[in-house]
């Protein structure tokens, strides 16, 4: 038959030189358009991976340096206009040093945060955003402290490195002095009380 090439798939110019459009070709040709237009999203598909897998990657660093207590690797998270507004990076370390001194004295001897998935990464004026729900848990020799929050990701890069700023008792004031770009634009539920859990 004139309208089909080896293998049996339809010939565009056996079809035209049919005069008719047959099924098969129309299956085929609906074949060959899903295709193509997989291969024009193909490349945003996986750039859009290779972003959250960062994400995932990153968050999992900087829950580590909290667990560590690495007060410099947790600094080396936080986005740049946040140790700013807060008096520099100086004070930011030695606010966290002091903040980790304290748990020690109320009886916490280790913190696990651990970090969950990401939402859907979002661009917001030059800032790419993502928000992670996280768990805080202080442990200690006859108590376990567990507070639910929220991390807000922000990446000026397109994804390429990303900062994290957590969200507990963050208020819109806060958010909009730090990111006036950002303001009304990410939701700032209010956190649930700790769990406080008792070890005999």
């Known amino acids: ?21 047959n099924p098969s070709f129309m299956r085929f040709m609906r074949k060959l358009r899903c295709l193509f237009i997989g291969f024009i999203f193909l490349p945003a598909l996986l750039r859009a991976m290779d972003v959250v897998t960062i994400l995932r990657r990153d968050a999992g660093r900087c829950a580590l340096a909290w667990q560590r207590g690495d007060c410099e690797g947790i600094v080396g998270y ?10 520099g990076r100086a004070a930011v370390l030695r606010d966290l040093k002091d903040q ?16 969950g998935r990401p939402s859907a990464p979002r661009r917001i004026g030059r800032w790419l955003t993502a928000v992670l729900p996280a768990t805080a848990i202080l442990h200690g020799a006859h108590l376990e402290l567990t507070q639910q929050t929220r991390v807000l990701a922000l990446s000026s890069d397109g994804g390429k490195r990303w900062h994290f700023l ?26 649930p009380p700790p769990q406080m859990d008792v070890i005999f």
């Open 1 to 21: 038959m004139a309208a089909e090439i080896e293998g049996g798939a339809p010939s565009l110019i056996g079809c035209l030189r049919d005069g008719r459009m």
């Open 100 to 115: 980790f001194a304290q748990a020690r004295a109320l009886g916490a001897e280790r913190m696990q945060a651990l970090p």
């Open 78 to 87: 936080l986005p740049p206009q946040v140790i700013a507004r807060l008096g």
């Open 166 to 191: 957590l969200l507990y008792q963050v208020t819109p004031a806060d958010l909009k002095a730090w990111f006036p770009e950002l303001a009304g634009k990410i939701a700032l539920p209010a956190d």
